[in-house]
Structures are given as structure tokens and as C-alpha cells.
């Protein structure tokens, strides 16, 4: 039996895990009150392939359960016919809330960290300085914030915040939490890195990069902004790896990258379809003795750096991590082991490869951690955004602002 009332609120994948009743005597318990927020109906359900044992469950109920009201009773079934509307407006919400807070994450990593929800509309924040959380937690009451003291679930180091309201009143709240946060707990270094780190780089030279960008901003600014991309994304994979390793296209870009990041070790990537490039720059790194390594590209700039770290210790517990573009691709992969699978019959350059890739994984029973949802930048669209990103990099705000003067967030 499993209490699936989070499954279909899947806030970092988008894609809901298989249910129990799939499973031989499997089965499912659900209800109105987390997906949709419709708690005070108190409406739920059992679900089952086992008609005998629903019917046993029908016989108990007529004689111990109180009767539903025939409002609430109508109120359930208008959304349950609207289910899937209704979930992805609340969804839609909560995703925007958790790219809020994962950037806030990254701007107050000096204070908390976390390991991400895979499900649900709260997040479990953990304060470096412990000992201030009760303190934290009564200045934020009197402020007007509600978050819950984790000694309630046995962890007093940690607060439990809710993202599924909206996103101004979201946004207002993290405000006041962070001032409250700097003013209450002690600064502490972020923990040294345990993983590795590659970076799947091209080289930014005029023509070889972001094509559909140079359309639009010409063949040189484009190469100027994908180098400062590079250079952005490589620092902060050094600053999140035990090692970093750079798998570079074309050959002979392998000089080049190599002075860029003296010490890194570079080499280039085969000839091959794109999967086979993936798969072949884990397979080096992890016969060179790479530990729980994480891949990323050079497309997300303004990556939170603090989601490596996040990933190479959920890679402690789990086979394979994504993080999740947002255009269906996915900005990181991890895994401790070259898995094959994960690069075959994948729809590249699709808003498919996401969901494939997860397919894949689940389909072989490997265990998969989806990290928050981030954005590359593919588009004019996707560069305006980057053009006001809190978290933009030296190299990539040099490289714009050398264009045209843009206002460009401090």
C-alpha cells in the first residue's frame, strides 16, 4: 500500500512516478487536499486492481465511515473532471516558486542549504547555524511568514517553507526571509566538494556556436557571448568539483581549453552522434577515477552552482541525477556508473529528451533524483531573461553590456 497523495504534484520533473496499483496487489491511497488544495472537502480515495479487495474496502466503510456531504460530494466530482486543468495551474505556480528558491538558495548558501523535493508544494531548508531556527522562525511570525520549526519532524536544524501560493506573495515572503535569515543565524563556507565535475564544452569560436542566436545578435557577438559563457560555466564547475574534466569539441580545441583551465583535465570528444558523446566523456572520466560525477554543458550561465554540490550527494543515494531545462532537455546529468541507456533513442534537440531520458532510467529500475528546473539560452527570448538574472556571472555581464547597454540586475 502507498499514500500517493504527492504523485501527480511531480514540481521538478513534470512527469509523475508509475502508481502502486501498476504493481501485483498494489495499492494506491489519494486525495484532493495536496494536488489541488482542496483539503476541507475531506475526500480521498482508494485505488486497486483487486476487485475483491475493493470491495471488502466498500463493506468497511458503510459501516465505520461518517457520510460526505452531497456539496462536497459534487464539489469532488466537478475537480476530478477538471483534475489535470486544475493541477497544471497549480503546478505551473510552484515551479516558477521553486526556480524563486533555488535562486535564493544560491544567493544564501552562507546560511542554508537543502536537498531539493522531488514532489509537493513544501521544501525542507536546512540553517547551517541550527541553534537560530526557533529564533528565526518567531521574528518571521511577527513579520508576517509562516515557516514550520523542524523540530516538529524531529530535525531542529531545519524550517519547512511552503512555494505553492503565489508567486508576489512567494516573492514578498522570501524577501523577509532572507532579511530575518542574515540578521539571525551565522554565516558558515559552503562543505568542500565530495564529486567531480565535467563540462561538455565547444568551442565559441565565430560559426561553431549557437546558431539560431547568431541569427539574430551576428556570427562575432554571438562567439564573444558563447566564450564568456565558457568561461563562466568552467569557473563555477571548478568551484564545485574535486576535479574538473573538460570534454571539448572540436580536437584540436583541446590546447585552448586546456590554458583556460590549467588545472583540468581536458580531452576531446569523439566523432559521434551527441548521446555517444555524453556517454563517452563519463566513461573517461570515470576510468580516470572520477567520484560521483556530474555533467553539465555551457548553455546555463546562471546555473546555481550550489545544484552540483545538491546533486553529487543525492548521486550517494540514487543511480542517475537530472536537472531539468526548461525546454524539455535537461542542464545536468549525473551517475556513478556509464549507463548506455540513458544516451540511446533520445529525440536530441527536442522537448522530448527530458521525459525519454526518465523513461529510459525507470524502465532498467534505476533510481533517479530530478534536481529544480533551470533554463539554457537558445533564443532572444531566453537572453532577455539572462539580461536581468540575479545570479548573472562576471564574463557573461561584461560580454553583454559590451554590446549595447543593458540593465543588468546587481
Known sequence: MADEVYRPVATSSGQAAASAIDTVGGVSIGDLSKPLGLGGLRIGWIASRDTEFMRRCSTVLDYFSGSVSALSSRVAVAALSQFESHLATHLDRARKNLSALTAFIEQHEA???????????????????????????????????????????????????????????????????????????????????????????????????????????????????????????????AARGRRLYISCAPAGAVEAFQSLAPTARCFAQPEAAFGRRLLHAFETAISDGARHPVLIGTDSPTLPSHLLTVAQRALKLHDVVLGPADDGGYYLIGMNVPQPVLFDGIDWSTDRVLSQTLDHARSRGLSVFVLPAWYDVDNGQELDRLSSDPLLRQHTRAALASHHPVEVAL
Not at 554565516?187 to 565535475?197: F, N, Q
Not at 542566436?213 to 562575432?220: E, F, M, T, W, Y
Open 111 to 237: 546560511w542554508i542549504d537543502w536537498m531539493p523535493p522531488q514532489a509537493g508544494y513544501t521544501a525542507f531548508l536546512r540553517l547551517k547555524d541550527g541553534a537560530s531556527v526557533p529564533q528565526l522562525v518567531e521574528r518571521l511570525g511577527r513579520r508576517g511568514v509562516f515557516v514550520l520549526d523542524g523540530s516538529v519532524f524531529e530535525s531542529p536544524d531545519h524550517v519547512r517553507v511552503g512555494y505553492g501560493l503565489t508567486s508576489r506573495r512567494f516573492s514578498n515572503a522570501l524577501g523577509v526571509f532572507g532579511d530575518e535569515l542574515r540578521a539571525t543565524a551565522s554565516a558558515h563556507l559552503p562543505a568542500p566538494s565530495h564529486g567531480d565535475v565535467i563540462v561538455l564544452a565547444k568551442d565559441p569560436s565565430s560559426g561553431r556556436a549557437k546558431t539560431r542566436l547568431a541569427v539574430d545578435l551576428g556570427a562575432d557577438y554571438t562567439a564573444k557571448l558563447c566564450a564568456a559563457f565558457v568561461r563562466d560555466s568552467v569557473e563555477l564547475a
